[in-house]
């Protein structure tokens, strides 16, 4: 729940400009980006990930080396993504 | 040494223990503290305590936002959940947590309709299909949760759903911080600071810890690197004679925080005037509840809250555990009567609890518990 989650914006959500279409771990899955500070995000970016809500944007080394880090704590991750899978946050 | 055999960055971390251990004073031991469940993940599951020299004792504080919820808490969100026409949802890891009548899984057996959210947004939507039904989010969480809880608030504010409130739960960092630096338990020499708190609050929060108290404190990454050299940060630090707060995980970490997050937040949620801990007690100004101005979606003023206290069972050592005085293993009912599958306390239930991490990995000498147990 608190563990923060590597995603990659596959696509902005024009007609949301709150959300965007994040794959995490291979799951695809609207995101809220409203958080981001004066930050502009386009497909190809990577975010860190909080309950549904993009926290800060990080780049694709510190991406990888966070998801290196929730792949070895095992079953934490899994379940994070077993909920993310069930997530159906609406675009609109 | 496990981590040294498997970690790919062997022969960096093997230089960065040196330098450690040779920035501990002979004769004196060091205690750092962090307050972050993953951090806690990182040490046991790559055995960094066997790896630091024994000088140096890693303390795990009370960095998980599940494991310090009273067990009253959950009675009252068992008792909204079982008014007429409500939805209780929450995170997967609330589901297990036992309060004083049983968790969530047994008020669920019994017939309550609570579901298990990946967002509070994910609450938004059942509350949105379901417009006769009552939907109550239990929010759990630090700083790093409580922003997304405050934005779907604001969401819910727009899009007029009435029928959208939080029970809210949201626990500041700081004060628990500062209440373990006034307990006379524990005496620390520092702290690692929690990496994803930090991205919300940024690095000014902390400044009382090194002004006032007098102690180092570095903001750290998740990985076993961004531990050592954290500690590395720390020493040198106290060889130098030096307070002061730093990032190490700059590279997330901004150092003013999260603006939007931060200006989220004020604008649904206030402070209590007190909210208790567990394991911690009563802490004045550590929590968060919604403002008068969303009163609407306010459970607590929505539904009759019994607000019971519940004393923990007595074999229960979270309290020690989570304020650091114990380690989980230490805990008289640890790996034996208490276990993930049959959890007694809290701390074992969520997998971001200390006792439930160490339980997984299992990743400890006996020599160091033997040593452990000698202090």
Redesign the interface.
């Known amino acids: 729940m608190c563990l923060g989650i590597p995603g990659e914006i596959v696509e902005i959500l024009n007609d949301h400009p709150d959300l965007a279409m994040v794959a995490v771990s291979g799951v695809r899955r609207a995101i809220n980006i409203g958080l981001l500070e004066n930050e502009t995000v386009a497909p190809g970016d990577w975010i860190l990930i909080h309950v549904g809500f993009a926290l800060s944007k990080i780049d694709e080394t510190e991406a990888k080396a966070a998801l290196d880090f929730l792949e070895s704590i095992g079953q934490a991750y899994d379940d994070e993504i077993a909920a993310l899978r069930e997530s159906m946050i609406e675009q609109g | 040494m496990r981590f040294v055999d498997e970690y790919r960055d062997a022969d960096t971390a093997r230089a960065l223990a040196a330098r450690i251990t040779a920035l501990c004073e002979p004769g004196r031991a060091y205690k750092f503290m962090e307050v972050c469940?993953?951090h806690t993940?990182?040490i046991y599951?790559?055995g960094l305590e066997d790896y630091l020299p024994q000088a140096v004792t890693l303390v795990h504080g009370p960095g998980?936002?599940?494991c310090v919820i009273p067990m009253g808490r959950v009675d009252d969100a068992i008792h909204i959940a079982s008014q007429p026409d409500v939805i209780m949802t929450s995170?997967?890891?609330m589901m297990r947590v036992p309060g004083g009548t049983g968790s969530f899984l047994d008020a669920k057996a019994r017939g309550a309709d609570i579901r298990?959210?990946?967002?509070?947004?994910?609450a938004l939507?059942i509350a949105?299909q379901n417009p006769s039904k009552r939907v109550v989010f239990m929010a759990?969480?630090?700083e790093?949760?409580a922003?997304?809880t405050a934005?779907t608030v604001l969401r819910a504010k727009a899009d007029g759903v009435d029928n959208f409130s939080v029970f809210c739960n949201h626990v500041t960092i700081i004060p628990a911080i500062k209440a373990i630096l006034d307990s006379p338990d524990l005496r620390l020499d520092g702290f690692i600071g929690p990496?994803?708190v930090s991205?919300?609050i940024g690095c000014r929060p902390y400044r009382f810890i090194a002004r006032d108290y007098r102690k180092p404190i570095v903001v750290a990454?998740?990985?076993p690197l961004d531990i050592l050299q954290s500690v590395h940060q720390l020493l040198t630090q106290l060889a130098q004679d030096r307070c002061e707060v730093e990032n190490q995980y700059a590279?997330?970490v901004?150092w003013d925080g999260?603006?939007?997050?931060l200006a989220?937040i004020s604008e649904v949620m206030e402070l209590r005037p007190h909210f208790e801990w567990r394991g911690l007690g009563f802490i004045s100004q550590s929590a968060l509840r919604m403002s008068a101005a969303y009163a609407r979606h306010d459970a607590e003023r929505i539904f009759r809250i019994p607000g019971g206290r519940v004393a923990d069972p007595t074999s229960c050592q979270c309290g020690e555990v989570l304020k650091g005085v114990l380690k989980p293993w230490e805990c008289k009912v640890f790996g034996t009567a208490c276990t993930p599958e049959t959890p007694i306390g809290t701390c074992m239930v969520s997998?971001?609890g200390a006792c439930a991490a160490y339980y997984?990995f299992g990743r400890f000498s006996r020599e160091r518990v033997k040593e452990a147990t000698r202090q």
């Not at chain 2, 298990?116 to 994910?122: A, I, Q, R």
């Not at chain 2, 999260?258 to 997050?261: D, L, R, S, W």
């Open positions: 469940g993953g993940h990182t599951k790559h998980c936002p599940v995170f997967g890891d298990m959210v990946y967002s509070p947004l994910d939507k949105k759990i969480g630090f790093t949760t922003p997304s934005m990496g994803h991205t919300v990454g998740f990985e590279r997330v901004p999260n603006p939007k997050a989220a997998s971001e997984n």
